[in-house]
């Protein structure tokens, strides 16, 4: 693999760790309850969420997996915290003015 195609890879991850986060969100306000359904519902996003990311990488490079692409979505992934982090304490101490 050539290294555009890489850095191409490890772009796409880490933005797919942004979108997880997201779509997490929303699933957990959604989906709220402590029932049976839940839990499957859960598993079926999870899945949805893996088979998704393995269409993309087989789509951008073949798919190939590297270590480096998981630690890029996990990296994406809490980037997006700190930043809704960050912006939530922006709107609080705005609301306070």
């Not at 555009?4 to 772009?11: D, G, N, R, V, Y």
């Not at 393995?54 to 979505?73: A, C, Q, R």
């Not at 912006?87 to 101490?93: D, N, T």
């Amino acid at each position: 693999m050539n290294i555009k195609l890489q850095i191409i890879s490890f772009l796409i991850s880490f933005v797919y760790g942004i979108f997880i986060n997201y779509t997490a969100i929303i699933h957990f306000k959604v989906n709220n309850k402590n029932n049976f359904l839940s839990y499957i519902l859960t598993i079926f996003y999870a899945y949805l969420l893996v088979i998704f990311y393995i269409d993309i990488m087989y789509f951008v490079n073949g798919g190939f997996f590297h270590l480096y692409f998981i630690i890029l979505m996990i990296l994406g992934y809490i980037c997006a915290n700190k930043i809704k982090q960050i912006v939530k304490s922006y709107v609080k101490k705005r609301k306070k003015k």
